[in-house]
């Protein structure tokens, strides 16, 4: 202090004017945000056109979707510049100071904690639950169990697997243990697992389940916060041979474990479930103790009952067709029974009498039969969108993510490393523009991306199979039978239509009876899309629900922030010859080809185990043959990339085919998103050594072009 | 403070080899030298697809170790790493020595002592040497580098660094202004470095504010790895090879001087350069180079570069606190202002337990950067 009084100026802060600092902060603000336009800019414009000129649909509510999109960009933005300036300096400082300052024991607690930690923090095992809202209590009872009222066990089985992954990284940094032994065993232990799971109707659909929450786990905070950590370590206990990139590897630890601690854990329940069965099964009174064991009470098993199952099924839980009637006449005459006993669930009971009840249960509680299919063709509400609700829910989220870790964070670097925050400005200002920017990207999420994906992922199986367009039902009014014509397909059937003059066009409008109701002469028809190329599942209806994953996957994975700061770091650790750009295609790429494979999955209903097994295969004899800076690297992006853009579009897609199809689970397709990136990132890598060799060797021998790079470049 | 003349030897070499180079250094002794990683660029043909045609840059990652030995010992440390790493093929790395002056605090510390099982062979280098370091904003250094490769000098390296200076004044909105800098070193004959600095400047356009800074420096002697070019070759032995050979029977790089006379540009011969400077780097424990370079620049520094290095544990320990992660500050001033920077570094607690620093001084001859329309 007493050199800066000596000094006229210097050391004190220079004073800028007002507009020196627009001068300084436009362009600063222009370059990062033009960085995430053109992060995202791909997978936007690919999702409308998809939208509107493959499936040929209009995109509903249109300037909401633009609001988020550019919410999404704003959010990345601020969430970038928040984990280079705030979240991943903070897990650098610790990660260099705590080998210096704590003995093993505190670095080892230290970790158990954070892991644990930032799996309560990460917003994405929400995620899966959702996914999980498929999933039918008879069709699997142990998925079901996990994913709802025990869904706090699962949790905990992913915090733990998560904890202990980064015991063993820090374990893997102070010791200089390669990351080879632990995928040789961790690999083949899962797959074994999960082949002798096959054998259990529970347990296989676990597998898939524990496989995505592998990859869910590590998301947008806990990468950066991870690799930081690494990082900061390996600078201070790094040998001399450990230069380069070294440093990451605990996301894919914090991949692997979690899945065997989920496993475990469905180990540990299975006695306690029963075993698959029909819904009539399930749902009768004779199975009624076995079938409570997966709810909380008797009336919690009547919600569900009303809210999934068909019409057997409800009336096998009365056991009898009357004492069905007579309980949904008790529920129509007093209301405030109904939504004591519903409570939230009540338009489920409602829609489900409106479609499966008899014309006398209609009646009872509609008033008509018509009410009843007015009740029906009503559209869903549409979900007011409360600003100041949105707004408050995914801040609130945000900063449940992150917050109490930096708090975390700080404390150990305050109490247990007792140091001074150097640039303490600079870090508080990055954790609050990162909590921001996570804020405004779940609300640009919500309202914009999921949004649209949602959308198209509902509408992609038209490509190969026919949808009805619900949201475009229209009633025609004083319909009479007599406009019906005749007309002959080319394989010799008979089918009737209709004309209908829109205007000055005439447009064909195909006719069914049972759409036609004689009493309100009114005739209510569903347009139809699809499929994109002739008959049902035709090849090249297929080909573009698998064509769309592919691109789906890549536009995704690079808007990933996660992946971005992985890829930052490696340029960085390699002053610049393991470019982040080429990381990124090589990750998008695989990451496009997997999902290619998860919807196939999906739509040939392949057992997952086929298509996780063969590549797991190769990745082990890939993993033999390449070094260690790109087997770290390459199975670290593979966790890296399931990340917040990445799985609400995957899901959609997922849960859009798997609803269509009839597909129990659409577990999985996450998984083969982690699968494929290892590959073609470790490709890669064999390829920069080949080419490596050939620079110390001299002559470069080969002159022929090199088929990998073209790929990557 | 104690300061010694000493000869400071930089050894650069690809990853491949960096195992073979750290082993011949601990065999002589030598246990903690620092290593930064950088990266090395040739040229190579385009290939695939390209419209453009021209050469593509090669890149790939080096080891840059750095040691400082008592000049009596130079020749014979250079020699054993010359043969350890097979540097007199083409293509494998370069090593060569500056005579600088190192200040320790410690009495007892000082240049790496080393001991020596065999005599190694005695190899030919080039002498009257200078280096050319330039300091760009991240990102823009392959300009530099593609200048300095199509002069045919040396095959170029970049490391990556931290620029400090009137930015830490700021406040916050110093966020605003980035300060990731890319540093490219070559070296190149005595009587070529004017011709190479002018090139330089013109092609990263020095001359315009905020582009870069570039400076130079003596070096005594070195063997340079002269593979720019990576591709098929249709004769018996590369350009590369013959130069190397050319080099070694001639004992110096006269014969392929590149820039005769003074530049003709007229811009060029309007350009004052900055002169008689000196070069102060500091070496000091991770974390310590903010504070320092703080200190530095109350004293009256305009700027500074930091640069990550590493220098790591002998396995046998008994080390206590050292720490492999080192941090280096690079400073250009004007020999006048050497001591009491020096004075002021080392009041900000350069040589105390935690710091553990040291200090290199180097003469830098000329210097040049925008320095405003006066």
Same mark, same amino acid.
């Given at each position: 202090?007493a050199?800066e009084? +000596? +000094?006229?100026?210097?050391?004190?802060?220079?004073?800028?004017?007002?507009?020196?600092?627009?001068?300084?902060i436009?362009?600063?603000?222009?370059?990062?945000?033009?960085?995430?336009v053109?992060?995202?800019?791909l997978?936007? /414009?690919?999702?409308?056109?998809?939208q509107?000129?493959?499936?040929?649909?209009?995109?509903?509510?249109a300037?909401?979707?633009?609001?988020?999109l550019?919410?999404?960009?704003?959010?990345?933005?601020?969430?970038?510049?928040?984990?280079?300036?705030?979240?991943?300096?903070?897990?650098?400082?610790?990660g260099?100071?705590?080998?210096?300052?704590?003995?093993?024991?505190?670095?080892?607690?230290?970790?158990l904690?954070?892991?644990?930690?930032?799996?309560?923090?990460?917003?994405?095992?929400g995620?899966l +639950?959702?996914?999980?809202?498929?999933?039918?209590?008879w $069709?699997?009872?142990?998925? #079901?169990?996990?994913?709802?009222?025990?869904?706090?066990?699962l949790?905990?089985?992913?915090?733990?697997?998560?904890?202990?992954?980064?015991?063993?990284?820090?374990?893997?940094?102070?010791?200089?243990?390669?990351?080879?032994?632990?995928?040789?065993?961790?690999?083949?232990? @899962?797959?074994?697992?999960s082949?002798?799971?096959?054998?259990d109707?529970?347990?296989?659909?676990l597998t898939?389940?524990?496989?995505?929450c592998?990859?869910?786990?590590?998301?947008?905070?806990?990468?950066?916060?991870?690799?930081?950590?690494?990082?900061?370590?390996?600078?201070?206990?790094?040998?001399?041979?450990?230069?380069?990139?070294?440093?990451f590897g605990?996301?894919?630890?914090a991949? /692997?474990f979690?899945?065997?601690?989920?496993?475990?854990l469905?180990?540990?329940?299975?006695?306690?479930?029963p075993?698959p069965m029909?819904?009539?099964?399930?749902l009768?009174?004779?199975?009624?103790?076995?079938?409570?064991?997966?709810?909380?009470?008797?009336q919690?098993?009547?919600?569900?009952a009303f809210?999934?199952?068909?019409?057997?099924?409800?009336?096998?839980?009365?056991?009898? $067709?009357?004492?069905?009637?007579?309980?949904?006449?008790?529920?129509?005459?007093?209301?405030?029974?109904?939504?004591?006993?519903f409570?939230?669930?009540?338009?489920r009971?409602?829609?489900?009498?409106?479609?499966?009840g008899?014309?006398?249960?209609k009646?009872?509680?509609?008033?008509?039969? +018509?009410?009843?299919?007015?009740?029906?063709?009503?559209?869903?509400?549409?979900?007011?969108?409360n600003?100041?609700?949105?707004f408050?829910?995914?801040?609130?989220?945000?900063?449940?993510?992150?917050?109490?870790?930096?708090?975390?964070?700080?404390?150990? #670097?305050?109490?247990?490393?007792?140091?001074? @925050?150097?640039?303490?400005?600079?870090?508080?200002?990055?954790?609050?523009?990162?909590?921001?920017?996570?804020? #405004?990207?779940?609300?640009?999420?919500?309202?914009?991306?999921?949004?649209?994906?949602?959308?198209v992922?509902?509408k992609?199986?038209?490509?190969?199979?026919?949808?009805?367009?619900?949201?475009?039902?229209?009633?025609?009014? =004083?319909?009479?039978?007599?406009?019906?014509?005749?007309?002959i397909?080319?394989?010799?059937?008979?089918?009737?239509?209709?004309?209908?003059?829109?205007?000055?066009?005439v447009?064909?409008?195909?006719?069914?009876?049972?759409?036609?109701?004689?009493?309100?002469?009114?005739y209510?028809?569903?347009?139809?899309?699809?499929?994109?190329?002739g008959?049902?599942?035709?090849f090249?209806?297929?080909?573009?629900a698998?064509?769309?994953?592919?691109?789906?996957?890549y536009?995704?994975?690079?808007?990933?922030?996660?992946?971005?700061?992985?890829?930052?770091?490696?340029?960085?650790?390699?002053?610049?010859t393991?470019?982040?750009?080429?990381?990124?295609?090589?990750?998008?790429?695989?990451?496009?080809?997997?999902?290619?494979f998860?919807?196939?999955?999906?739509?040939?209903?392949i057992p997952?185990?086929?298509?996780?097994?063969?590549?797991?295969?190769?990745?082990?004899?890939?993993?033999?043959?390449?070094?260690?800076?790109?087997?770290?690297?390459?199975?670290?992006?593979?966790?890296?990339t399931?990340?917040?853009v990445?799985?609400?579009?995957?899901?959609?897609?997922?849960?859009?085919i798997?609803?269509r199809?009839?597909?129990?689970?659409?577990f999985?397709?996450l998984?083969?998103?982690?699968?494929?990136?290892?590959?073609s990132? @470790?490709l890669?890598?064999?390829y920069?050594?080949?080419?490596?060799?050939?620079?110390?060797?001299? =002559?470069?021998? $080969?002159?022929?072009?090199?088929?990998?790079?073209?790929v990557?470049? | 403070?104690?300061r010694?003349?000493?000869?400071?030897?930089?050894c650069?070499?690809?990853?491949?080899?960096?195992?073979t180079?750290?082993?011949?250094?601990?065999?002589?002794?030598?246990?903690?030298?620092y290593?930064?990683?950088g990266?090395?660029?040739?040229l190579?043909?385009?290939?695939g697809?390209?419209?453009?045609?021209? !050469?593509?840059?090669?890149?790939?990652?080096?080891?840059?170790?750095?040691?400082t030995?008592?000049?009596?010992?130079?020749?014979?440390?250079m020699?054993?790493?010359?043969?350890?790493?097979?540097?007199? !093929?083409?293509g494998?790395?370069?090593i060569?020595?500056?005579?600088?002056e190192?200040?320790?605090?410690?009495?007892?510390?000082?240049?790496?002592?080393?001991?020596?099982?065999a005599e190694?062979?005695?190899?030919?280098?080039?002498?009257?040497?200078?280096?050319?370091?330039?300091?760009?904003?991240?990102?823009?250094?392959?300009v530099?580098?593609?200048?300095?490769?199509?002069?045919?000098?040396?095959?170029p390296?970049?490391?990556?660094g931290?620029?400090?200076?009137?930015?830490?004044?700021?406040?916050l909105?110093?966020?605003?202004?980035?300060?990731?800098?890319?540093i490219?070193?070559?070296?190149t004959?005595?009587?070529?470095? !004017?011709?190479?600095?002018?090139?330089?400047?013109e092609?990263?356009?020095?001359?315009?504010?905020?582009?870069?800074f570039?400076f130079?420096?003596?070096?005594?002697?070195?063997?340079?790895?002269t593979?720019?070019y990576?591709?098929?070759?249709f004769?018996?032995a590369?350009?590369?090879?013959?130069?190397?050979?050319l080099?070694?029977?001639?004992?110096?790089?006269?014969?392929?001087?590149?820039?005769?006379?003074?530049?003709?540009?007229?811009?060029?011969?309007?350009?004052?350069?900055?002169?008689?400077?000196?070069?102060?780097?500091?070496?000091?424990?991770?974390?310590?180079?903010?504070?320092?370079?703080?200190?530095?620049?109350d004293a009256?520094?305009?700027?500074?570069?930091?640069?990550?290095?590493?220098?790591?544990?002998?396995?046998?320990?008994?080390?206590?606190?050292?720490?492999?992660?080192?941090?280096?500050?690079t400073?250009?001033?004007?020999?006048?202002?050497?001591?009491?920077?020096?004075?002021?570094?080392?009041?900000?607690?350069?040589?105390?337990?935690e710091?553990?620093?040291?200090?290199?001084?180097?003469?830098?001859p000329?210097?040049?950067t925008?320095?405003?329309?006066?």
């Open positions: 202090m050199a009084a +000596k +000094k006229d100026n210097s050391g004190k802060r220079i004073k800028i004017s007002f507009q020196q600092a627009i001068g300084l436009l362009p600063y603000i222009k370059s990062r945000v033009m960085e995430q053109r992060s995202v800019w997978i936007i /414009l690919y999702l409308v056109l998809f509107i000129l493959v499936l040929g649909i209009p995109i509903l509510d300037s909401i979707i633009t609001f988020g550019i919410m999404v960009i704003v959010g990345l933005t601020f969430f970038m510049e928040g984990l280079l300036l705030g979240l991943m300096p903070l897990g650098e400082l610790i260099i100071k705590l080998p210096q300052r704590a003995g093993l024991a505190v670095i080892l607690a230290f970790s904690v954070l892991g644990f930690g930032v799996t309560l923090a990460e917003p994405a095992i995620a +639950k959702i996914l999980g809202s498929a999933v039918k209590a $069709d699997a009872p142990l998925l #079901f169990l996990l994913l709802n009222s025990h869904a706090n066990y949790v905990f089985a992913v915090g733990a697997g998560v904890g202990m992954a980064v015991v063993f990284g820090m374990l893997r940094f102070l010791y200089n243990w390669s990351l080879k032994p632990f995928l040789y065993v961790m690999v083949p232990l @899962l797959t074994l697992i082949i002798g799971a096959s054998f109707p529970n347990l296989l659909y898939g389940l524990a496989w995505d592998g990859a869910v786990t590590t998301g947008p905070v806990t990468v950066p916060l991870v690799l930081a950590l690494g990082i900061g370590i390996t600078r201070i206990v790094g040998s001399s041979d450990t230069g380069g990139a070294s440093g605990v996301v894919t630890l991949s /692997l979690p899945i065997l601690t989920v496993m475990l469905g180990i540990v329940f299975l006695k306690n479930v075993q029909a819904e009539t099964r399930f009768s009174p004779d199975n009624r103790t076995t079938a409570l064991t997966l709810f909380d009470s008797d919690a098993l009547l919600r569900y809210a999934h199952g068909g019409k057997e099924g409800i009336t096998s839980y009365f056991d009898s $067709d009357d004492a069905r009637r007579a309980f949904v006449a008790e529920m129509s005459g007093d209301g405030s029974e109904r939504s004591r006993i409570g939230t669930d009540e338009p009971f409602m829609s489900w009498v409106a479609r499966n008899t014309v006398e249960e009646m009872t509680l509609f008033g008509s039969v +018509k009410a009843a299919r007015e009740y029906l063709n009503t559209p869903a509400k549409p979900v007011v969108l600003a100041a609700d949105l408050l829910r995914d801040f609130q989220s945000a900063a449940q993510a992150i917050i109490p870790l930096t708090i975390f964070m700080l404390l150990v #670097f305050f109490l247990i490393l007792r140091e001074k @925050l150097p640039r303490a400005d600079e870090i508080v200002f990055g954790i609050v523009i990162a909590v921001a920017g996570m804020g #405004f990207f779940n609300i640009g999420m919500e309202t914009g991306l999921s949004k649209i994906g949602d959308q992922g509902g992609l199986p038209s490509s190969f199979t026919t949808l009805p367009l619900e949201e475009q039902r229209e009633t025609i009014r =004083n319909f009479t039978p007599e406009v019906v014509e005749k007309a397909t080319v394989d010799g059937r008979v089918e009737t239509f209709f004309y209908r003059k829109n205007g000055r066009a447009e064909v409008i195909p006719y069914s009876e049972k759409n036609y109701d004689e009493m309100n002469a009114t209510t028809y569903v347009p139809q899309v699809g499929p994109l190329f008959g049902e599942r035709s090249w209806g297929v080909f573009v698998l064509l769309f994953g592919f691109l789906m996957g536009g995704a994975t690079l808007a990933e922030p996660a992946l971005n700061a992985l890829g930052l770091k490696v340029e960085e650790l390699t002053v610049g393991f470019k982040k750009s080429f990381l990124m295609q090589a990750v998008a790429i695989g990451v496009g080809v997997g999902i290619a998860g919807v196939a999955k999906i739509v040939w209903d997952l185990i086929w298509l996780l097994v063969p590549p797991y295969l190769l990745l082990m004899f890939l993993t033999k043959m390449s070094n260690e800076e790109y087997v770290n690297i390459g199975w670290d992006s593979a966790g890296v399931t990340g917040p990445t799985v609400p579009l995957v899901l959609a897609v997922g849960l859009g798997g609803t199809i009839g597909a129990v689970e659409g999985g397709i998984a083969m998103a982690s699968a494929y990136p290892i590959l990132v @470790l890669t890598g064999l920069a050594a080949r080419k490596r060799k050939q620079v110390v060797a001299g =002559n470069d021998t $080969d002159g022929s072009p090199e088929t990998v790079e073209e990557a470049s | 403070m104690k010694i003349a000493c000869a400071k030897i930089t650069e070499v690809y990853q491949e080899i960096s195992k180079v750290a082993a011949a250094f601990s065999g002589m002794g030598i246990a903690r030298p290593i930064q990683s990266r090395s660029i040739m190579g043909e385009k290939r697809w390209s419209l453009t045609g021209g !050469q593509r840059l090669i890149e790939e990652m080096v080891d840059i170790y750095r040691i030995v008592p000049l009596e010992q130079e020749s014979h440390v020699n054993s790493i010359i043969q350890a790493a097979m540097l007199d !093929q083409e494998r790395g370069s060569y020595s500056e005579h600088v190192l200040i320790v605090g410690d009495e007892s510390a000082g240049t790496s002592q080393t001991t020596f099982a190694p062979p005695r190899y030919s280098t080039i002498q009257h040497l200078t280096g050319i370091s330039t300091i760009v904003q991240r990102g823009q250094g392959d530099i580098v593609r200048a300095a490769l199509e002069m045919g000098i040396c095959v390296s970049v490391t990556y931290i620029g400090a200076g009137l930015r830490d004044k700021l406040g909105i110093r966020i605003t202004i980035p300060a990731e800098k890319e490219v070193n070559i070296i004959t005595h009587h070529d470095a !004017q011709g190479a600095l002018a090139r330089l400047i092609a990263g356009k020095l001359d315009q504010p905020g582009k870069g570039i130079t420096y003596p070096v005594a002697r070195g063997l340079l790895n593979r720019l990576l591709g098929r070759h004769s018996a590369s350009l590369g090879q013959i130069v190397s050979v080099d070694e029977i001639k004992g110096t790089t006269d014969w392929r001087r590149k820039f005769t006379g003074t530049s003709d540009h007229s811009r060029a011969k309007k350009r004052t350069y900055l002169r008689e400077l000196v070069d102060i780097t500091v070496l000091c424990r991770e974390g310590r180079a903010t504070e320092l370079a703080k200190a530095a620049m009256g520094a305009s700027g500074a570069t930091m640069s990550r290095l590493r220098q790591p544990i002998s396995p046998n320990g008994g080390q206590g606190k050292l720490s492999p992660a080192r941090e280096k500050l400073m250009i001033l004007p020999a006048a202002m050497a001591d009491p920077v020096t004075t002021a570094i080392a009041a900000a607690g350069l040589f105390d337990a710091t553990h620093g040291e200090i290199l001084l180097r003469p830098c000329e210097a040049y925008y320095t405003g329309g006066k």
